[in-house]
């Protein structure tokens, strides 16, 4: 049972225009949600996260909104650029027994076209 | 800030070989961290999560005599894959977490190695 859902295996967007990748997830546990890029063979590397406490963060061209009703979070890239090409994993954090762990999504492959 | 590097990068070793990946926090103090194996095109599978000086605890389905996790101190975790086969032949990753330097906002945040990609022949 997947929870948490990247419905879009990809996306292709032009270069200068925005990139908004989804994320769905179904557990109300989760309480932090986390970006992260990966480029193939290279580990993760953070982007940007939000605490379930708040709806909107934002770092430079990456935005991430949470909309916790409908149990939803994006990121939004702003402008996009080549250099945006890879895999975006979104991560959902929830406590499990006395550890905290991160559920991944299968991640959105991100193509930024010049 | 908060750089996690991984040793080796890649490792090719024959059947029934113990292979050994080191994960480091080069400047934060890792009170816990993780390990994943990832295969072609699917996500992140945690493998076990290690605090320092504690037992580690694995996920479900992962043989913890074959997966032999050390997190003797707060900048070094081991993974030693025993009696290495074939199907066990894939890319591992570490991530580290500092929940008491990093300050606040960041405590949950994982940051990864590089990886280490295995071979086994």
């Known amino acids: 049972d997947q929870q948490v859902k990247q419905n879009s295996p990809s996306l292709s967007v032009q270069e200068g225009r925005i990139s908004i990748l989804n994320c769905d997830y179904t557990n109300s546990m989760f309480d932090y949600f986390l970006w992260y890029k990966k480029y193939p063979a290279e580990g993760p590397t953070f982007l940007i996260s939000i605490s379930s406490i708040k709806d909107k963060n934002e770092d430079g061209r990456f935005t991430v909104f949470l909309n916790k009703s409908a149990k939803h979070l994006s990121l939004h890239i702003v402008p996009s650029q080549p250099g945006d090409s890879a895999v975006y994993f979104c991560a959902a954090s929830a406590y499990a027994g006395n550890n905290r762990k991160l559920i991944w999504g299968l991640g959105t492959s991100l193509a930024v076209n010049p | 800030g908060a750089v996690v590097s991984q040793h080796p990068s890649w490792v090719i070793c024959k059947s029934g070989t113990s292979v050994k990946i080191e994960c480091r926090s080069l400047?934060?103090?890792?009170?816990?961290m993780f390990w994943y194996r990832q295969f072609p095109k699917q996500s992140l599978m945690l493998m076990a999560t290690s605090n320092e000086g504690s037992k580690a605890t694995y996920e479900q389905g992962v043989e913890k005599d074959k997966f032999l996790i050390n997190h003797a101190s707060l900048t070094l975790s081991t993974l030693t894959v025993t009696s290495a086969h074939p199907e066990d032949s894939s890319f591992y990753i570490c991530s580290a977490r500092d929940l008491l330097t990093l300050g606040v906002g960041h405590q949950e945040t994982q940051y990864f190695g590089p990886g280490t990609r295995l071979l086994v022949l």
């Open positions: 400047d934060f103090q890792a009170t816990t």
